[in-house]
């Protein structure tokens, strides 16, 4: 399970697992309360373990089904604590090198996120897989958000809040888009027919919802309605992309 912090280096982290073992598939779920207490049941007698449910829910995170044994994997993720120093080859010792300058360690994981969790045994192993991959998806959302603000409003999705994307490779930063939105649980909706995508709400990182959009539109095959967040307002605003198209075809002539 890749956690919230992770997410923003998940191309990093993608890189360290696939020279070990390869991906089987993704799935990226928003927490609720019930899954994030299930997954760390054994747990749930620690002082901590009100603080560490708190962190998680209402945030994303990666579930990733891994063909490999179980302690080969968690060999690469490395020990709980980032800083030992077992873990100066492993994901969670990446820790100290990707904490920004203008912040700490602690206040960067709120010292709770160590990037990945990783089952412990391959009864774990399936326990997990099923929490995280077969529990049902909420119903596809009216507005899709590919931007970073958190829109608060009635059936919205906002999976790319509090992600930090790497602006300076396009070829990572392509991957890295695409790979948040091919795990997103409903794609296989989308794809059947009579079902439509959600609005697609564009804006801050222009990049990442260029792409985004190219995504959902190319892989459905359908053309998406589009907003944009207001700076000044923070509201959302109907994009006419039609009124766009006209003016195009005026200036193709």
Same mark, same amino acid.
């Given at each position: 399970?890749?956690?919230?912090?992770?997410?923003?280096?998940?191309?990093?982290?993608?890189?360290?697992?696939?020279?070990? &073992?390869?991906?089987?598939?993704?799935?990226?779920?928003?927490?609720?309360?019930?899954?994030?207490?299930?997954?760390?049941?054994?747990?749930?007698?620690?002082?901590?373990?009100?603080?560490?449910?708190?962190?998680?829910?209402?945030?994303?995170?990666?579930?990733?089904?891994?063909?490999?044994?179980?302690?080969?994997?968690?060999?690469?993720?490395?020990?709980?604590?980032?800083?030992?120093? &077992?873990?100066?080859?492993?994901?969670?010792?990446?820790?100290?090198?990707?904490?920004?300058?203008?912040?700490?360690?602690?206040?960067?994981?709120?010292?709770?996120?160590?990037?990945?969790?990783?089952?412990?045994?391959?009864? &774990?192993?399936?326990?997990?897989?099923?929490?995280?991959?077969?529990?049902?998806?909420?119903?596809?959302?009216?507005?899709?958000?590919?931007?970073?603000?958190?829109?608060?409003?009635?059936?919205? +999705?906002?999976?790319?809040?509090?992600?930090?994307?790497?602006?300076?490779?396009?070829?990572?930063?392509?991957?890295?888009?695409?790979?948040?939105?091919?795990?997103?649980?409903?794609?296989?909706?989308?794809?059947?027919?009579?079902?439509?995508?959600?609005?697609?709400?564009?804006?801050?990182?222009?990049? +990442?919802?260029?792409?985004?959009?190219?995504?959902?539109?190319?892989?459905?095959?359908?053309?998406?309605? +589009? &907003?944009?967040?207001?700076?000044?307002?923070?509201?959302?605003?109907?994009?006419?992309?039609?009124?766009?198209?006209?003016?195009?075809?005026?200036?193709?002539?």
């Amino acid at each position: 399970m890749i956690k919230p912090v992770g997410l923003s280096h998940w191309p990093t982290i993608k890189k360290i697992i696939l020279k070990t &073992a390869p991906i089987s598939r993704t799935r990226l779920v928003k927490v609720t309360d019930a899954l994030i207490q299930q997954h760390y049941d054994e747990h749930k007698e620690r002082g901590w373990f009100s603080q560490l449910v708190k962190y998680f829910v209402g945030q994303y995170v990666l579930a990733v089904e891994i063909s490999a044994d179980p302690n080969k994997i968690r060999k690469i993720i490395g020990t709980t604590k980032p800083t030992d120093n &077992a873990n100066s080859n492993t994901i969670r010792g990446l820790i100290s090198s990707l904490t920004p300058s203008d912040t700490t360690m602690t206040e960067y994981t709120k010292g709770i996120d160590n990037l990945i969790h990783g089952a412990d045994s391959e009864e &774990a192993a399936a326990r997990e897989i099923e929490l995280w991959f077969e529990s049902p998806p909420p119903p596809s959302p009216k507005l899709l958000c590919l931007t970073n603000h958190k829109l608060e409003l009635e059936g919205a +999705v906002s999976p790319f809040v509090g992600i930090n994307f790497d602006l300076t490779d396009g070829n990572t930063l392509a991957s890295h888009v695409t790979d948040l939105l091919e795990a997103m649980p409903w794609n296989s909706y989308w794809l059947k027919a009579g079902n439509s995508i959600p609005k697609i709400v564009v804006g801050g990182l222009t990049p +990442v919802s260029i792409l985004g959009l190219q995504y959902l539109t190319t892989h459905t095959g359908q053309t998406a309605e +589009v &907003a944009w967040i207001n700076p000044k307002t923070g509201t959302m605003q109907s994009v006419d992309l039609q009124i766009v198209k006209n003016r195009a075809r005026r200036h193709r002539k």
